[in-house]
T-cell receptor, first 114, second 112 residues
Framework: NAGVTQTPKFQVLKTGQSMTLQCAQD?????MYWYRQDPGMGLRLIYY???????DKGEVPNGYNVSRLNKREFSLRLESAAPSQTSVYFC?????????????FGPGTRLTVT | KQEVTQIPAALSVPEGENLVLNCSFT??????LQWFRQDPGKGLTSLLL?????REQTSGRLNASLDKSSGRSTLYIAASQPGDSATYLC???????????FGRGTSLIVHP
């Protein structure tokens, strides 16, 4: 049981480049989330997916798109990376949205945009 | 909009000390409050969850209390150990939204 896995672990992009962060969970959870964590800041929700086939904006969605590919996988795409998107990105999942307090987190992706 | 504040931002203590981490929130209409631990380079691990109807929760050397009316929670760590060194985050789940609001965390170093 791997839990929540994220790839890549580290990434450096130039301004304007695009990339997709991958997330997968093997706990048969319905809900999945993407957060960003900046130095000295708490986690801020980017997007979430309550169930397969649905996605909703969180607190800071600008500059990002998401795809809930299937029940296991939830990807985050940066179409044109900006230095302000330098951050650590965490994916999480929970059994259902109303059990969001029982989120399981992945190890994070450290992204630097130069 | 809910705001969660954690004080202090950083703490360095010698091994064996009892210590208190503080979390305050602006909107008292919460469903629950949760304390997480984050190790460097890792994701978050849940430590304690306090439902809005509860006053405290305990797990081993950890005790978390909740005072909804004053918008405060404390995490008490007894007999601290170097292995307790990590960042501790507080998160509240608000009425009307299932998504928790996180504080910025307290970075704790326990030195031998």
């Amino acid at each position: 049981n791997a839990g929540v896995t994220q790839t890549p672990k580290f990434q450096v992009l130039k301004t304007g480049q695009s990339m997709t962060l991958q997330c997968a969970q093997d706990m048969n959870h319905n809900s999945m989330y993407w957060y960003r964590q900046d130095p000295g800041m708490g986690l801020r929700l980017i997007y979430y997916s309550a169930s397969e086939g649905t996605t909703d904006k969180g607190e800071v969605p600008n500059g990002y798109n998401v795809s809930r590919l299937n029940k296991r996988e939830f990807s985050l795409r940066l179409e044109s990376a900006a230095p302000s998107q330098t951050s650590v990105y965490f994916c999480a999942s929970s059994e259902t949205l109303d059990r969001a307090y029982e989120q399981y987190f992945g190890p994070g992706t450290r992204l630097t945009v130069t | 909009k809910q705001e969660v504040t954690q004080i202090p931002a950083a703490l360095s203590v010698p091994e064996g000390e009892n210590l208190v981490l503080n979390c305050s929130f602006t909107d008292s209409a919460i469903y629950n409050l949760q304390w997480f631990r984050q190790d460097p380079g890792k994701g978050l691990t849940s430590l304690l969850l306090i439902q809005s109807s509860q006053r405290e929760q305990t797990s081993g050397r950890l005790n978390a209390s909740l005072d909804k009316s004053s918008g405060r929670s404390t995490l008490y760590i007894a007999a601290s150990q170097p292995g307790d060194s990590a960042t501790y985050l507080c998160a509240v789940e608000n009425g009307g939204s299932y998504i928790p609001t996180f504080g910025r965390g307290t970075s704790l170093i326990v030195h031998p």
